[in-house]
């Protein structure tokens, strides 16, 4: 018996082993995201040399930051298999809360406090009329979305684009981490990761669940201290790490601790993963899925307060835009899967990866936006089929 679960979570039969397993089975976690990034990155290189740059690299960071913090958002509420159209007018909403305040020479701190919690309050009347009214998530967001541009507007009136004056808010945006700062950050992402690699392993392990090896382990570790330490070097040779960036990536690493390594996030995707069978298992799927929403609320809030401190204004078309189907193609494209239970904080962040960079690299290239357009239609679309084959593959596996 003991064998056999040894061969199943791949650790007695060689550290590729489990890999290859999960592969067969259709589990292909960030690998093709991965594989997408690189050859996209190749490419606009070949076409531009200045692509990789430190300036230029500096500025992909701050062009996802907004996106991959709603993207977050999203991922967190495509884990319960639901979806949040809302999110990117709830940013917009809570940008022009953050300037109206600031205008009226509120303190900065409170200002952000309070576009947070404008963003939370919204997130939780969604969730309690999904969940308790049983109105569906699509519709509610949807509704919400044509009712907080409505609210934008009405907020902002007739004086339209509104600028910040508050130094500290702009400095989201227009500083960056000292660069022993930024190896710091790196030491300290990689451990983080690899103490809840191994820990998820090890839980999986003694639930005699399939589990990844530890050399699979190991070697996604050194593959993040070698990307990491290659991007912090770059960045630099220009500014640093723009601190919208360290800020993105802190949300990431706590986030994905969370629904990774604890109770709370296990429920998560046990809900996400089948409803009913968390219900039975006693789980409070009701105050789950209003947290859930409340999350979005707030990472919507968040995002919106690093695009207006990014444009340095709030206007009638905060939020608006392509935003929210880059957060939601961020989501999807990292690997999070649209039917609910499988995904992670790092797929938000690899997706925006990708869009910023096919973003990026266009606008170097001077290309129109129905380029744009096509191209990342053509994205979504393929991780999307990826999403679904994939998926039909794991239930013939029985994962």
Not at 79 to 96: F, N, Q, R, T, W
Not at 256 to 264: E, G, L, M, N, P
Not at 364 to 381: D, N, Q, R
Not at 382 to 398: E, L, M, N, P, S
């Amino acid at each position: 018996m003991s064998t056999n679960i040894q061969q199943q979570n791949g650790s007695s039969a060689g550290p590729f082993s489990g890999f290859r397993a999960r592969i067969a089975s259709g589990d292909l976690g960030l690998i093709p995201v991965i594989i997408a990034l690189i050859v996209i990155w190749i490419m606009f290189q070949s076409v531009n040399g200045n692509f990789l740059s430190g300036r230029n690299l500096s500025n992909l960071i701050l062009q996802i930051a907004e996106i991959g913090m709603l993207g977050i958002g999203e991922t967190f509420v495509l884990l319960l298999g639901e979806i949040d159209l809302s999110i990117g007018a709830v940013s917009g909403v809570a940008a022009a809360v953050l300037v109206l305040l600031s205008v009226a020479g509120v303190n900065p701190w409170i200002c952000i406090i309070a576009s947070v919690a404008s963003g939370g309050l919204i997130g939780l009347f969604q969730g309690f009329w999904v969940t308790v009214i049983g109105v569906p998530a699509f519709i509610v967001t949807l509704a919400g979305s044509l009712g907080y541009q409505g609210i934008l507007l009405a907020m902002l009136g007739s004086t339209g684009t509104v600028p910040i004056s508050n130094k500290t808010l702009l400095n989201l945006t227009s500083t960056y981490v000292t660069p022993w700062l930024g190896w710091v950050t790196v030491i300290v992402v990689v451990v983080l990761y690899a103490i809840g690699s191994f820990l998820m392993q090890k839980n999986r392990e003694n639930r005699h669940l399939p589990a990844q090896s530890t050399g699979s382990t190991l070697m996604r570790s050194l593959l993040l201290v070698i990307v990491s330490a290659v991007v912090i070097g770059v960045l630099n040779t220009y500014r640093g790490l723009p601190v919208a960036g360290f800020i993105l990536l802190v949300f990431v690493v706590l986030f994905a601790f969370i629904t990774q390594s604890t109770v709370y996030g296990r429920h998560i995707y046990a809900l996400g993963g089948n409803k009913e069978a968390a219900r039975r298992a006693g789980i409070n799927t009701r105050a789950i899925k209003i947290s859930i929403f409340t999350l979005a609320g707030f990472m919507g809030a968040i995002g919106g307060i690093i695009g207006a401190s990014r444009l340095g204004s709030a206007s009638p078309a905060s939020g608006g835009g392509n935003l929210l189907m880059d957060s939601i193609a961020a989501a999807v494209i990292g690997g999070t899967s649209l039917f609910g239970g499988r995904g992670s904080m790092w797929n938000a962040l690899a997706g925006a990866l990708v869009i910023g960079s096919v973003e990026n690299g266009m606008d170097l290239l001077s290309a129109p936006s129905s380029t744009k357009y096509i191209v990342e239609g053509g994205i979504l679309l393929i991780a999307v089929t990826i999403d679904t084959v994939t998926r039909r593959r794991r239930t013939q596996a029985g994962r």
